[in-house]
């Protein structure tokens, strides 16, 4: 137990995060989620049932000293870190023409800033370990939408990634950008309607995230766009 890997997943109280913490769990990591929703937490914990393996820590993907203090109570917690994933953000929907600018500014902190302060607060750890980096992305980050700020800032953490990987390559420190496509989840909550066509599920995605960690020692997997079958975009 003691010597499992350590994840950390940002934003995994629901959706895309509490698949990959559920998938890493069922692969033998013990796993920490951050989120901001203490009672959303609380009740993914309940729902794992593995109070020796999961750590909930509420918080904002956006401030540093929360971050910052989410990645030393993992590793106070469970002794080390070897994966760090990125994954909290979300979409106001509105167009850059036409939308609502009072939403803008929390997406692009939470979408751009956050993982950027998570890769600084847990790097130190990750080299201890020769961990790994992943950033989630999206499509939207490789195709430009008419007007789309939400892309702008998923075409951000693209950038993220592959300026990451230069720097902390030299340290044994893997990077890997998943990129989804249209997936079932709460982030269109707040769009009003899931989009047509066939989409992915949270579980799906949450399989591309497991394959790029365990690759064997020495392998970086550094970009892993995921689409359902239909998406023509």
């Given at each position: 137990m003691?010597?499992?890997?350590?994840?950390?997943?940002t934003g995994g109280g629901s959706g895309i995060g509490a698949a990959v913490a559920r998938?890493?769990?069922?692969?033998?990591?013990?796993?920490?989620?951050?989120?901001?929703?203490?009672?959303?937490?609380?009740?993914?914990?309940?729902?794992?049932?593995?109070p020796d393996r999961l750590l909930t820590i509420t918080g904002h993907a956006a401030d540093y000293a929360r971050v910052r203090a989410a990645v030393d109570a993992t590793v106070a917690a469970f002794g080390r870190l070897d994966v760090a994933v990125?994954?909290?953000?979300f979409a106001t929907h509105d167009t850059v023409a036409e939308g609502d600018p009072a939403g803008w500014t929390e997406m692009v902190l939470t979408n751009v800033l956050g993982p950027a302060l998570l890769i600084r607060a847990s790097v130190d750890a990750l080299r201890a370990t020769?961990?790994?980096?992943?950033?989630?992305?999206?499509?939207a980050g490789f195709v430009p939408t008419p007007g789309n700020i939400y892309g702008a800032t998923k075409w951000a953490v693209t950038g993220?990634?592959?300026n990451t990987r230069r720097q902390v390559t030299e340290w044994g420190v893997g990077v890997t950008l998943v990129a989804p496509g249209r997936v079932e989840t709460p982030f269109?909550?707040?769009?009003?309607?899931?989009?047509?066509?066939?989409?992915?599920?949270?579980?799906q995605l949450a399989d591309s995230v497991a394959w790029a960690v365990r690759q064997p020692d020495g392998v970086d997997v550094n970009t892993v766009v995921?689409?359902?079958v239909g998406q023509p975009n």
């Open positions: 003691t010597d499992s890997p350590v994840a950390l997943v998938r890493l769990l069922a692969d033998g990591h013990r796993v920490a989620v951050t989120g901001r929703g203490e009672e959303r937490l609380r009740a993914f914990a309940k729902e794992v049932a593995e990125a994954n909290a953000g020769r961990g790994r980096i992943v950033l989630v992305g999206s499509v993220l990634a592959e269109w909550d707040s769009y009003g309607s899931l989009p047509p066509g066939h989409l992915l599920t949270a579980e995921v689409r359902p």
